[in-house]
């Protein structure tokens, strides 16, 4: 039976996911499993959360989501998400901001995220599935 990892993809630039697609697909087949991706291109529509948000909800959440100066950026994003689930996985990145910089941008006690410089975004996924994080 292959397992289903539900991520949540807040992702502004619409291009980027199917840009990724054969890296998701490769990631999918070699660790027997089923990235299913939400894509969320709209970081306005989590300003407000106010449902419960399950543990085993995977966000991965870009930095930069302004959409032309109308959304809030990714740490606003994750802040509203740990204020309903302290616990759930969150891999943040950029391709602006280094790992150490977005870092700075989180609690310093947030243990459930990890920050990730956009173009090793990939090789961080595979290494939460190698080290069966997510």
Known sequence: MIRVIDIIW??????????VEDEIKELEKEFKVKLSITEKNDSNEFSNIASNIPSELLFCVDYNLKNEGHGIDGDQVIQNIRSVNPNCKIVFYSAKLNQT???????????????????????KLRELLEEEII
């Open 101 to 123: 910089e977005l870092r700075e941008l989180l609690a310093n006690e947030d243990n459930f995220t990890y920050c990730v410089y956009r173009p090793n975004l990939m090789s």
């Open 10 to 19: 807040v992702e502004d630039k619409i291009e980027y996911l199917p840009s």
